[in-house]
């Protein structure tokens, strides 16, 4: 059974930093496209940033690049997503995923297979 567990989450203020992690099991993160979405209230989940299978390849929605990368750590199995100059709009519910076959379709959910329960961003002005 593959779990993703979500954690880092919390309260920051605006321009501060935080580093969310996703632990995963049941699954290799070197085997699957890694994501992570978020969701504010109200709105759709949108994508954040991806992870290559291979671990070669980063891509970013607009609204974060260079401000947030993506890693892993493959002896942990897990991914990370470092947020720094964090914004009031960066506040939502961030989610992880991981998808089957290291899809290349990374920025729409239906990629991927597995979600974790996601933790809450609050970046307070």
């Known amino acids: 059974q593959v779990q993703l567990v979500e954690s880092g989450g919390g309260l920051v203020q605006a321009g501060g930093s935080l580093r969310l992690s996703c632990a995963a099991s049941g699954r290799s993160v070197s085997s699957s496209t890694m994501g992570w979405f978020r969701q504010a209230p109200g709105k759709e989940r949108e994508f954040v940033a991806a992870?290559?299978?291979?671990?070669?390849?980063?891509n970013y929605a607009d609204s974060v690049k260079g401000r947030f990368t993506i890693s892993r750590n493959t002896v942990k199995n897990t991914v990370y997503l470092q947020m720094n100059s964090l914004k009031p709009e960066d506040t939502a519910v961030y989610y992880c995923?991981?998808?089957?076959?290291?899809?290349?379709?990374?920025?729409?959910?239906?990629?991927?297979?597995?979600w974790g329960q996601g933790t809450r961003v609050t970046v307070s002005s």
């Open positions: 995923a991981a998808d089957k076959y290291g899809g290349t379709d990374y920025y729409t959910t239906r990629t991927y297979d597995y």
């Open positions: 992870l290559s299978w291979n671990g070669i390849n980063t």
